[in-house]
């Protein structure tokens, strides 16, 4: 699997549980750090948990590794480092407050209509 298919995984399973707002930031020639960044939110610590769940277990399945998953436990803002994509999983109050979106401006956003369920 190549980069774009791994963000096409990881959009995927964030939308199979829900995931609100779901957005890509394509950091390429901005940060060092990734490729992409992928942003979305729950609406509680559950579904919080939940969505970061499913993105970890459906990399795995699909030949990936996780580099590093914080912030798991108190589902606030659960960061998932699967290398060429940083998965951004926020509660909602967590994410208007830190909005990468406006921090990240300059980022051009990353087409993912295809991946979503209409």
């Given at each position: 699997?190549?980069?774009?298919?791994?963000?096409?995984?990881?959009?995927?399973?964030?939308?199979?549980?829900?995931?609100?707002?779901?957005?890509?930031?394509?950091?390429?020639?901005?940060?060092?750090?990734?490729?992409?960044?992928?942003?979305c939110?729950?609406?509680?610590?559950?579904?919080?948990?939940?969505?970061?769940?499913?993105?970890?277990?459906?990399?795995?399945?699909?030949?990936?590794?996780?580099?590093?998953?914080?912030?798991?436990?108190?589902?606030?803002?659960?960061?998932?480092?699967?290398?060429?994509?940083?998965?951004?999983?926020?509660?909602?109050?967590?994410?208007?407050?830190?909005?990468?979106?406006?921090?990240?401006g300059d980022?051009?956003?990353?087409?993912?209509?295809?991946?979503?369920?209409?």
């Open positions: 699997m190549n980069e774009r298919e791994l963000l096409q995984t990881a959009v995927k399973a964030a939308d199979d549980k829900r995931a609100e707002d779901i957005l890509v930031l394509n950091m390429k020639g901005i940060s060092l750090v990734a490729d992409y960044f992928m942003i939110h729950g609406n509680s610590d559950k579904q919080v948990q939940a969505i970061a769940r499913e993105i970890k277990d459906k990399a795995e399945e699909n030949g990936y590794d996780i580099n590093r998953m914080e912030g798991f436990d108190e589902a606030r803002w659960i960061l998932i480092d699967l290398g060429d994509v940083i998965a951004h999983v926020f509660h909602r109050d967590e994410r208007s407050y830190y909005n990468l979106e406006r921090l990240w980022a051009p956003l990353e087409n993912i209509e295809s991946e979503l369920t209409p």
